[in-house]
């Protein structure tokens, strides 16, 4: 067996860079790519503020169907080994595109969910947030107003919300070595984050099986699933 190619433990502060790739061997579908669901779905139809204006109950149906296709899955082999390294390294973050709740499941405690969760929603009218992890969630009225709650994810459209933003930047300034894994780096501000840590000094590594625009900033890349990427890099089951 080739040995790791480097040691979490080496590293003060490691960021772990998500996208829906990190998910797939669990069974979500990603976006784009091969089984992307934005190829069957019209996305405006169902996942914007405009949409959900228009038609409440349909987004939900679709935002329903999404949490009982996740809630099915488990966290997998790469899910785990990013929440195994927190015994090894001082400081782990993961900054995740993923709005499966699937990091957290995994045992990572410091998840910072740059386009919300599919398990929390929110009244935009008086304020009220939850978090609910049924699967459907039957109740999609505010229990304080008249409104609908509307799921707390950031839509096609809608604008990232400044504190985990800004949390996310602090980490990757500080970061010195960040783990890209998944992610197509097609959607922005999402995409340009990992070039923060870069200009702050970090090592950076990519894991996803085809090129990104981003892999040629990366010092490695490394051609393959998430769960195998890791197992090359940190040796998944051991990463001290
Ligand atoms: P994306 O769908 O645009 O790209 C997925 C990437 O993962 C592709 O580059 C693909 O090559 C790669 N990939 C596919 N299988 C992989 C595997 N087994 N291991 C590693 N990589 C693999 O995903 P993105 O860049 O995260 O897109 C951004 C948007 O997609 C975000 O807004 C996010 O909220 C949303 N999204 C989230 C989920 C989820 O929560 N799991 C699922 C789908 C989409
Ligand atoms: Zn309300």
Redesign the pocket.
């Known amino acids: 067996m080739e040995s790791p190619l480097l040691r979490v433990a080496d590293y003060q502060h490691v960021v772990f860079f998500t ?7 669990s069974g ?7 089984g ?2 934005w190829k069957h779905y019209d996305y405006e139809r169902y996942a914007s503020q405009p949409a959900f204006e228009r038609n409440p109950e349909e987004v939900w149906r679709f935002h329903n169907v999404r949490r009982e296709r ?1 809630a099915k899955c488990l966290p997998n082999a ?1 899910h785990r080994c990013i929440a195994a390294c927190e015994a090894h390294a001082e400081h782990v973050s993961v900054i995740t ?4 709740g ?1 990091h957290q499941r995994a045992g990572s405690n410091v998840v910072h969910e740059l ?1 919300g969760s ?1 398990w929390r929603s929110r009244c935009d009218d008086c304020g009220y947030t939850a978090t609910e992890f049924d699967a459907p969630l039957r109740d999609v009225r505010c229990p304080h107003c008249p409104a609908y709650k509307r799921p707390d ?2 839509w096609f459209g809608d604008a990232l919300d400044p504190a985990v933003f800004e949390i996310a930047t602090q980490a990757l300034i500080r970061c010195d070595l960040l783990v890209s ?7 922005y501000p ?1 995409a340009e984050l990992p070039m923060l840590a870069r200009r702050h000094g970090a090592r950076l590594v990519e ?4 090129p ?1 625009p981003m892999s040629p900033q990366f010092d490695t890349c490394l051609r393959t ?3 195998a ?1 890791l197992d090359r890099l940190l040796g998944a089951f051991d990463p001290s």
Not at 28 to 34: A, E, H, K, L
Not at 181 to 187: K, N, R
Not at 207 to 210: A, D, R, T, V, W
């Open positions: 996208g829906a790739g990190v998910s797939a061997e979500v579908p990603t976006y784009r790519g091969r992307g669901i996740v790469a595109q993923n709005i499966d699937l386009h599919l994810i950031v894994i998944g992610t197509s780096a097609l959607v999402a894991i996803n099986p085809e990104t699933t998430a769960s990427g």
